[in-house]
């Protein structure tokens, strides 16, 4: 991974978790579909399978839904929300969230380190479709979640 690859990941990885953080404190609109914009946002790393240097097989691609499906699970466990006085829905301020993201962001980078066999361009949308995968599954279960909470709280 280049350090410009590395800088840009970073940063995605701090604005994610500001907004988990923002998240706790401002109040989710009340249909709950900003919470599928990140769904639409990394799904435009979809593009990269028009790169005709991308050297994929189905079980490259079998494996990496596997790895993000996996992934998206503690995730799904972890994300909660509640209704504060206001009466408005929130997340639940987790800091096993945070520490999960971090670490599966840290994952990426290891993958670049000791992955070899596979070029770069194949491994980075290999990635993509993980973290696609694992985005997918957590913000739709959570888009569910919080329909079921606020239901429930009503």
Excluded at 108 to 118: E, K, P, Q, T, W
Excluded at 128 to 134: A, F, K, R
Aim: glycine share 6%; aromatic share 12%.
């Amino acid at each position: 991974m280049n350090p410009f690859s590395l800088i840009i990941s970073i940063l995605i990885l701090v604005l994610i978790l500001r907004g988990l953080i923002r998240g706790s404190k401002e109040p989710l609109h009340d249909s709950g579909r900003r919470i599928l914009i990140p769904v639409l946002y990394i799904s435009t790393s979809l593009f990269e399978l028009f790169d005709p240097e991308l050297v994929l097989t189905s079980g490259r691609i079998v494996s990496s839904i596997g790895i993000g499906a996996v992934l998206s699970i503690p995730l799904i466990l972890l994300t909660q929300f509640e209704r504060k006085s206001d009466g408005r829905m929130y997340y639940k301020r987790n800091v096993s969230l945070y520490v999960l993201i971090i670490v599966i962001f840290s994952i990426r980078f290891f993958d670049f380190l000791f992955i070899s066999g596979i070029d770069a361009k194949t491994l980075g949308f290999l990635n993509n479709v993980v973290t696609l995968t694992y985005i997918a599954i957590w913000r739709i279960v959570s888009f569910f979640k919080f329909r079921n909470a606020k239901s429930r709280f009503s």
